[in-house]
């Protein structure tokens, strides 16, 4: 069955470096997109980009494009997200989600929490 | 950038009732080739969205047929008939049309 499993929660410091990761298995990595929905407690959902998996070419929302770094590790079905020179505001919930043309966002990973505190 | 706009904020409801949840989008979401890109997920408490309605009107595979999606260009409904307790939980919809994709702010299903 089709999975995208993320690491596990962080705790860090203003100014450090993170970086998530999301493992598919299922299906063939490269044949979808993979998106990054943040998360922050008690918001909504604010979509952050998308990495193209067969080229590997990013594309970041307007929010995301200082400090944040889509990558890939194609032999290992995995996606990245590296949040760098992090903040109070980055303390979210970061989650990968597979796109689908058909039907969009089918598939979910289940969540990264990012705790960033002095 | 495209604003999804929910409505109501939250809805209590009876087991067995019916809710409806509205959505609407400021910019046609009816793409030339006749898709209207709208989508609506719940978010069960702790948990990731779950993909419920997809391209308007579109059940989600596994997805209980109490659910069904409706609309027009830019205005659309989620109604949820027969509502059970399983379905507590913040309901988004969300557009694909074009980038940036965006989201509504959510409606809270409470049961009665």
Known sequence: QIQLVQSGPELKKPGESVKISCKASGYTFTDYAMNWVKQAPGNGLKWMGWINTQTGKPTYADDFKQRFVFSLETSASTAYLQINNLNIEDTATYFCTRYNPSVGFAYWGQGTLVTVSS | ?112
């Open chain 2, 1 to 112: 950038d495209i604003v999804m706009t929910q409505a109501p904020l939250s809805v209590s409801v009876t087991p067995g009732e019916s809710a409806s949840i509205s959505c609407r989008s400021s910019k046609s979401l009816l793409h030339s080739n006749g898709i209207t890109y709208v989508y609506w997920y719940l978010q069960k408490p702790g948990k990731s969205p779950q993909l419920l309605i997809y391209r308007m009107s579109n059940l989600a595979s596994g997805v209980p047929d109490r659910f069904s999606g409706s609309g027009s260009e830019t205005d659309f409904t989620l109604k949820i008939s027969r509502v059970e307790a399983e379905d507590v939980g913040i309901y988004y919809c969300g557009q694909l049309l074009e980038n940036p994709l965006t989201f509504g702010s959510g409606t809270k299903l409470e049961i009665k």
